[in-house]
Nanobody, 125 residues
């Protein structure tokens, strides 16, 4: 079982930056792909980024590529999302997620078994 707890959300002006963090429980963190999703009320949950458990390769949604950076610290069992050049359309609840161990994290929310409670990011224009 893995528990995920996000932090770092808040209110920021357009063009600004925020850094989200996700702390994971358990001793097998390094065996999980870790991802960030976001959701606006009334819309489907949207893939943002994923980082692989092995070589740490990263993949991003086109909408955030070049602005967001996902990283992980296996020693601290944390994954972070650095968000720069924020836009009003980045406003959403951001969720940290993990599939089962050694499974490939895809852009599909249904492929993930563990979710955090979410943290609100609001970008004012």
């Amino acid at each position: 079982q893995v528990q995920l707890v996000e932090s770092g959300g808040g209110l920021v002006q357009a063009g600004g930056s925020l850094r989200l963090s996700c702390a994971a429980s358990g001793r097998t963190f390094r065996s999980f792909d870790m991802a960030w999703f976001r959701q606006v009320p009334g819309k489907e949950r949207e893939f943002v980024a994923v980082i692989r458990w092995g070589a740490g390769r990263t993949y991003y949604a086109d909408s955030v590529k070049g602005r967001f950076t996902i990283s992980r610290d296996n020693a601290k069992s944390t994954v972070s999302l650095q968000m720069n050049s924020l836009k009003s359309e980045d406003t959403a609840i951001y969720y940290c997620a993990a599939p089962r161990p050694y499974a490939t994290g895809t852009p599909a929310p249904l492929d993930y078994d563990y979710w955090g409670q979410g943290t609100q990011v609001t970008v004012s224009s």
